[in-house]
């Protein structure tokens, strides 16, 4: 029997954590200009004291490659997040973003806004709107087909979630298709495989403040987290109405999953494999699930980054791919066991 004692749980924080911080360092190392650790460090000492970069090392580092070591760490920590949720919602322990469609809905929005125009009137920011607009309105198609709460089956949740990924996917590529645009064509393809390269601080920032504060506040919403799972009409009879927080909660993981998209392309299966993870080692309950899902799911979307630049010499696989990669067997796994369900097999 596994312990989830408030001291293993204590501990698995802060391994994590050290795990997180080195992987961040080893992150700054490595690429095509290889940094040893003691080099590293001067260029830090020295960067800090100038308050600028102050030779192309330190431009390298502070401009290259910290950006993406901190975008594939908040993507990896935001959709394992938004899938943890997602999952209490649905009280279904496949859903996921990407499985459910949600990211491609949130592709083919930031893709009507680049090729077609659309909310252009909300200026510099309305690709990230656009997006986060396609990740609702997959979200409320997902809940409309698959069924809300116990009415639907997992097989229902999955099968409608493949079937609006496939269409949001064709669209998206038809109207990259009919742009008409070369360039524009192979810079978007590239993004719709995931990409954290050639970011800007700018966009980190930003995702950096979304995925720190609905973290936040999903520590707060634990206990409603957890009544999700015993079934609405169960947590009904203990005087809590859970529907309008389900609609709040879908909102603020679509919001989420518009950022992500935004800044990343499309990503996808780190929200399938971190949740169970946890919860097979420390249970079910979403104070724990929550917090441990956050560092380990930065710990993935950092070391995906890691192998993608570093697995072939001189060939840099997209972020997207190494977690499909990666992702894709587990996924297989978890179909198979037809009697997994939170926690474990029952």
């Known amino acids: ?16 954590t050290l795990l997180l911080c080195g992987s961040m360092v080893l992150g700054l190392q490595l690429g095509s200009l290889h940094i040893s650790l003691g080099m ?16 192309d090392y330190a431009d390298v ?15 990896g920590m935001g959709l394992a997040l938004s899938s943890v949720v997602m999952q209490a919602v649905l009280s279904n322990p496949l859903a996921d973003p990407y499985i459910l469609g949600v990211s491609s809905g949130a592709a083919l929005g930031a893709v009507c806004a680049i090729f077609l125009g659309v909310g252009a009137a909300f200026g510099a920011q309305c690709i990230g ?20 709460g116990g009415r639907g089956t997992s097989i229902r949740l999955l099968l409608s979630g493949m079937a609006l990924n496939a269409v949001c996917s064709g669209l ?9 645009n070369k360039d524009g064509m192979q810079s978007i393809s590239y993004w719709l495989l995931g990409n954290v390269a ?12 979304v995925v720190g504060g609905l973290c936040l506040f999903f520590f707060t919403q634990s206990r409603l987290l957890n009544l999700l799972l015993i079934g609405s009409d169960s947590a009904v009879t203990m005087g809590v109405s859970l529907h309008r927080c389900s609609l709040l909660y879908l909102l603020l993981c679509s919001l989420l999953l518009g950022f992500i998209v935004y800044n990343t392309g499309i990503v996808g299966f780190i929200g399938l494999i971190v949740p169970h993870i946890t919860r097979i080692f420390f249970g079910v309950d979403h104070w724990r699930v929550i917090r441990l899902s956050i560092l380990l799911g930065g710990l993935f979307g950092i070391w995906a980054d890691l192998l993608g630049r570093s697995l072939i010499p001189g060939v840099e696989i997209p972020f997207g791919v190494m977690l499909a990669l990666g992702g894709g067997p587990f996924f297989l796994y978890l179909v198979t066991v037809k009697s997994y369900k939170f926690g474990g097999n029952t």
């Open 172 to 180: 998206s590529m038809f109207i990259v298709f009919i742009g008409g």
């Open 129 to 148: 709107i656009c997006a986060f607009g396609g990740a609702l309105l997959i979200s409320c198609l997902v809940l409309m087909l698959s069924g809300i």
């Open 61 to 75: 580092v502070f401009n290259l490659r910290l950006p993406r070591v901190v975008l594939a760490a908040a993507a």
């Open 198 to 209: 050639n970011t800007r601080w700018s966009d980190v920032t930003v995702l950096c403040f």
């Open 40 to 55: 590293l460090a001067d260029v830090l000492r020295d960067s800090l004291a100038a308050g600028f970069a102050v030779n």
């Open 1 to 16: 029997m596994v312990s989830y004692k408030h001291c293993d749980v204590f501990a698995a924080e802060v391994l994590l």
